[in-house]
T-cell receptor
Framework: AQTVTQSQPEMSVQEAETVTLSCTYD???????LFWYKQPPSRQMILVIR??????QNATENRFSVNFQKAAKSFSLKISDSQLGDAAMYFC???????????FGKGTKLTVNP | KAGVTQTPRYLIKTRGQQVTLSCSPI?????VSWYQQTPGQGLQFLFE???????NKGNFPGRFSGRQFSNSRSEMNVSTLELGDSALYLC??????????????FGNGTRLTVT
C-alpha cells in the first residue's frame, strides 16, 4: 500500500530565510507522481510543486524546489527567501498510476516569523 | 476561469440525519474526487468520478455515496450521520481521470459539524 510520511508536525523559519520540509513515501509502483500542496487558513489546497518519478531532474517553481531522492524514496521541499504568506500547512502527496487517488501525508505546519 | 466551487461552506447537522454536499469543478474538468480531512486521520480519499461513473472508492462505509452529473458537477451524500463524520470535505477536479498529467485543483471545502 502507498504511504506518505511527514516527520515534522511543525516547523518555523525567519522571514527571508530558507526552510526544508521532509517527506518520505512508499510505493510498489514505478510509475508515480509526487506533489506538495499548501493549505492556508482559507482551507483551499493549493498545488505548490509536482515531480514525475521518471524525471531525475528536481522540479523548481520560483522560490520552491524539491530534492527528489528516488532510491531513498525521499521528496523534500525547500522554500527559499521565506515570506509571511508562506505560512500554512504543507502536505506531501503521492499519486500512483492505476490507483487514481492521491495519498497524503499528515502535514507540516509552517510558521514564518517576521 | 472560475475555480472549484463547493457549497455550502459550513453545515451543522444532528446525528442520524443525512447531508448532501455539492461540488462544481473547473470548467472543462471531467474528473471529480472527494476527500475527507480530519485532525486525527488527515486527508483520506473518498471516491473519484469521471464521466458520471465512479472509478475508485476509498475505505469508507456505504453511508458515504456520491454521484456525478452530465455537466461534471458532483454531489456526495452521507446518511445516518455520526459524530465521527465531522470533518472538512474537500472536492478536487482535474482535466482527465487521475492526477498524473493533470494535477488536482481543490475547492475551499465544506466544514461539516455533527452534533
Amino acid at each position: 500500500a502507498q504511504t506518505v510520511t511527514q516527520s515534522q508536525p511543525e516547523m518555523s523559519v525567519q522571514e527571508a530565510e530558507t526552510v526544508t520540509l521532509s517527506c518520505t513515501y512508499d510505493t510498489s509502483e514505478s510509475d508515480y507522481y509526487l506533489f506538495w500542496y499548501k493549505q492556508p487558513p482559507s482551507r483551499q489546497m493549493i498545488l505548490v510543486i509536482r515531480q514525475e518519478a521518471y524525471k531525475q531532474q528536481n522540479a523548481t517553481e520560483n522560490r520552491f524546489s524539491v530534492n527528489f531522492q528516488k532510491a531513498a524514496k525521499s521528496f523534500s521541499l525547500k522554500i527559499s527567501d521565506s515570506q509571511l504568506g508562506d505560512a500554512a500547512m504543507y502536505f506531501c502527496a503521492c499519486f500512483q498510476g492505476g490507483s487514481e487517488k492521491l495519498v497524503f501525508g499528515k502535514g507540516t505546519k509552517l510558521t514564518v516569523n517576521p | 476561469k472560475a475555480g472549484v466551487t463547493q457549497t455550502p461552506r459550513y453545515l451543522i447537522k444532528t446525528r442520524g440525519q443525512q447531508v448532501t454536499l455539492s461540488c462544481s469543478p473547473i470548467s472543462g474538468h471531467r474528473s471529480v474526487s472527494w476527500y475527507q480531512q480530519t485532525p486525527g486521520q488527515g486527508l483520506q480519499f473518498l471516491f473519484e468520478y469521471f464521466s458520471e461513473t465512479q472509478r475508485n472508492k476509498g475505505n469508507f462505509p456505504g453511508r458515504f455515496s456520491g454521484r456525478q452529473f452530465s455537466n461534471s458537477r458532483s454531489e456526495m451524500n452521507v446518511s445516518t450521520l455520526e459524530l465521527g463524520d465531522s470533518a472538512l470535505y474537500l472536492c478536487a477536479s482535474s482535466l482527465v481521470q487521475g492526477g498524473d498529467n493533470s494535477p488536482l485543483h481543490f475547492g475551499n471545502g465544506t466544514r461539516l459539524t455533527v452534533t
